[in-house]
């Protein structure tokens, strides 16, 4: 009720003295909607598109139907099952390591000095601050195979000889890379989420004797319940999707063996210049998100975050 | 007694994870300021002759390259993303926290939605998109692909800040005769500086870090700061003394920028909510 009869009045007021009608919501959301269709819609809809096509490096194209769904899921391209067991590898070390990482570094900063646990703290946070190619530029150089590499250099100097790090482990540098960057988010995220626990319940815990572990284990770790889960849910998304740091690390080497499904996706389309098939390959990713998407909106219930404005007007 | 050695514990816990990456950290500035390392973390003889790429030209391959080009180019792409940015969530900030109309709820979900589908899959598309209308190759066309991936959490951050603003100067405003476009320009954007800043470096910082829209959609030939470090490394013969003077170099801006812009804007009018009014 109320809100209508304000609706009204302020419609009087801009009735009589707005000169340009386009005073509406639609002049203030004009230049979001049309970038954000532009770049995000008429893309997916084009992503789409490609696929069904065999656009080459000359950009001919003829549409070819399914071809390159059945490429994909025929196993016709011998790469994939290897891509889709280094996917799966890839998200299910990178993920628990996340959030299991920064819960710990969070949990054990609490309980430290304000001056030490912000060191440490900054440490971790580092990774988010430096541009990607720098982060990138820093983990080759640092597992470099010649001795100019980093932790060569000083396994040099306790006389142990170079380790080819890049061809015997390629998998777990890139999972703790990315892992370290996407612990460096939910740190910041959970101790924040810790620091708004009322100190109460911790103090009472530790009267009745609980120990640290029993503290986390019982009474933060519930507690965190929600924070936890969004970062599990962001987190999985950003390692299904982002192949930045992959691709500036080891670019998919040596021999595919890092190369995770978004990366191959990107090198079919950039390096082998089937930009056909990169689109059906992104497709399935696309399709993959917008499940997993609807999946995450049933559980956490998207609306309920969005709260509506204070005083209709 | 054995609280304190609880905290021992944690401390050696906590440094058995940070070593790696203090090392690390220590052995890029050692590289950048001395003639080389030793032992990894050890600086051989302090020198600045990596930095001479400032005043000279930069081996890279068989071109000579100046840094100050490079440097120009990466500042237009992060200044134009992050007007673009600043622009477009200043006016949507604004309808979504104080007009109602139909399809906000969605609008804001939606906003959500496609921070979920990230841009990085689509870049396929948006490559033909940008070859079809004719922008691709260029700096402002590619800077405004870019935007429009930080537009949705831009608008969020922003819309906070909108929220804060008391409705009574609107309404005050409102009663005087101001538009809404008015009211927007005179009475919101003085206000909400601080968020104005927030967003634009929000907008420049990622623009100016990004290196997968540059390198995929920018010619070879038109190296930003992100492109010329991956270049560098991608060579025959790696330099890391001059890689790592570099991204030192490279990493610095978006720091002044946030010192500048915070002194600037930090200086708000306080809300008095009725005394203002």
Known sequence: ?313 | MKKIFDKWIIYIILSLIAIPFLIMYIAFFAEAFSKGISLGIIPQKLSLSNFSFLWSTIPWGLEKTRIWGIFLNTFLFASISGLAVTVVCTLTGYALSRIEFRGKTFLLSMQLILHAVSGQILLIAIFFLLLYTKLLYKIPGVALARASLEIPLGVWMIKGFFDAVPWDIERSAMIDGCTRFQIWYKIFLPLIKPGIGAVFIWGFLFAWHDFIYVYTLLPGTVPLLSTLVQGLLATEVVDYGVIAAISLFYMLPPLFLFVFLQKALMKAPIMGGKGMA
């Not at chain 1, 639609?26 to 770049?39: C, D, E, M, N, T």
């Not at chain 1, 620091?195 to 009745?208: F, H, L, N």
């Not at chain 1, 999707?241 to 500036?248: D, E, G, R």
């Open chain 1, 1 to 313: 009720m109320m809100a209508k009869r304000e609706k009204s009045s302020n419609m009087l007021i801009e009735g009589k003295t707005s000169f340009f009608k386009f005073n509406s919501h639609w002049f203030f959301l004009s230049p979001s909607v049309l970038l954000v269709s532009f770049f995000y819609f008429i893309p997916v809809a084009l992503v789409f598109t490609i696929a069904f096509t065999n656009m080459d490096q000359l950009f001919n194209w003829r549409l070819v139907g399914l071809t390159n769904f059945l490429k994909l899921f025929t196993l016709k391209d011998p790469l994939i099952p290897r891509i889709i067991k280094n996917t799966i590898i890839y998200i299910i070390s990178a993920l628990p390591l996340t959030i299991i990482g920064a819960l710990f570094i969070s949990l054990l900063t609490m309980r430290i000095n304000r001056t030490a646990s912000l060191i440490f703290r900054a440490i971790f946070f580092f990774p988010r601050l430096i541009p990607p190619v720098v982060w990138g530029f820093l983990w080759m150089w640092s597992f470099e195979g010649t001795r100019y590499g980093v932790f060569n250099s000083i396994l040099e100097g306790f006389g142990i000889s170079p380790i080819h790090w890049f061809i015997e482990y390629p998998m777990l540098i890139v999972i703790c890379a990315n892992a370290f960057l996407g612990i460096s988010l939910a740190m910041l995220i959970f101790t924040s989420a810790i620091a708004s626990i009322p100190k109460d319940y911790i103090r009472a815990a530790e009267i009745d004797g609980a120990s640290f572990w029993q503290t986390s284990r019982f009474i933060i770790i519930p507690l965190l319940k929600w924070p936890i889960m969004t970062m599990t849910a962001w987190h999985l998304m950003s390692f299904i999707n982002s192949y930045v740091y992959i691709f500036l690390i080891t670019g998919g080497g040596p021999y595919h063996a890092t190369e995770v499904w978004a990366l191959y996706g990107y090198n079919s389309a950039f390096k082998n210049y089937q930009y056909g098939y990169g689109s059906s390959i992104m497709v399935v990713l696309v399709i993959i998100n917008l499940i997993l998407l609807v999946v995450l909106l049933k559980v956490f219930g998207m609306r309920r975050m969005i709260e509506r404005s204070r005083i209709e007007v």
